[in-house]
Each structure stands twice: as structure tokens, then as C-alpha cells.
């Protein structure tokens, strides 16, 4: 089976920080490039940061470089995303996926983000709500 699982959203105020977490039963964890995305009310899914299959390359949007910091641990099948200075416009429900297909270094060579589409198994989403 394939599942993957995140939790630690919640509500905080502007300047606060959360942790988010999400557990993976794949075939082969380490093999997997892993990313988070993240979905605000009427907004696309849009990429939030990703994590190279042993961990030694990351990638973020813009708009959380800095701020964010995405890790992962290949002995218990989980990766992480540390927020902190969270902002009203980080505010969406967060989501975990996971690319088998090497395309997150692909979109990134081409100079553009990953989308949805290039990641093969996603969660269910955490709520992450930021208030001013």
C-alpha cells in the first residue's frame, strides 16, 4: 500500500511558528524526491519546497526561502517542514507528495517549480492558518 499522512497544521498568529510532518509508506522511501505544496482558498495548488531523495539538495519558492525549512529522515520514512515567521498569506491547507520519476530536479533545471502533476502520491493535507 501507498499512504502518505501529514499532521501539525493549526492556528497561530503572525510571527509564530509550525512544524509539520508527514509519514510515507512507499515502496521505497528513499528513492522518492518528496515535496510539499500548499492550496489557499480559491488559489491553485502551488509548490512550497522539496527534498532530494538522500536528503543533500532542497529547493523552495520564493516566497518561504528563509522561512521554511524542509528535511527528511530516510531510518523512519518521514520528511518535515519547519515554518517559522509565518505569515497571513501562508495560510492553506499543506500537502505532502512524493515524486518516484526524478521530475522535481527536472522543473528546476528547466527554471520553473514543480507542479502537482509531476508528483505521484499525495496526503490528505494538514490546515495551516496564519492570523494578522
Known amino acids: 500500500q501507498v499512504q502518505l499522512g501529514e499532521s501539525g497544521g493549526g492556528f497561530v498568529q503572525a510571527g509564530g511558528s509550525l512544524r509539520l510532518s508527514c509519514a510515507a509508506s512507499?515502496?521505497?522511501?528513499?528513492?522518492?524526491?518528496m515535496g510539499w505544496f500548499r492550496q489557499a482558498p480559491e488559489k491553485e495548488r502551488e509548490f512550497v519546497a522539496a527534498?532530494?531523495?538522500?536528503?543533500?539538495?532542497?529547493y523552495y519558492t520564493d516566497s518561504v526561502k528563509g522561512r521554511f525549512t524542509i528535511s527528511r529522515d530516510n531510518t523512519k520514512d518521514t520528511i518535515s517542514l519547519e515554518m517559522r515567521d509565518l505569515k497571513p498569506e501562508d495560510t492553506a491547507v499543506y500537502y505532502c507528495?512524493?515524486?518516484?520519476?526524478?521530475?522535481?530536479?527536472?522543473?528546476?533545471?528547466?527554471?520553473?517549480?514543480?507542479?502537482?502533476?509531476?508528483?505521484?502520491?499525495w496526503g490528505q493535507g494538514t490546515q495551516v492558518t496564519v492570523s494578522s
Open positions: 507528495a512524493a515524486d518516484g520519476r526524478g521530475r522535481t530536479a527536472q522543473a528546476m533545471t528547466q527554471g520553473r517549480y514543480p507542479v502537482p502533476n509531476e508528483y505521484d502520491y
Open positions: 512507499l515502496p521505497s522511501f528513499s528513492e522518492y524526491n
Open positions: 527534498i532530494s531523495r538522500r536528503g543533500t539538495a532542497t
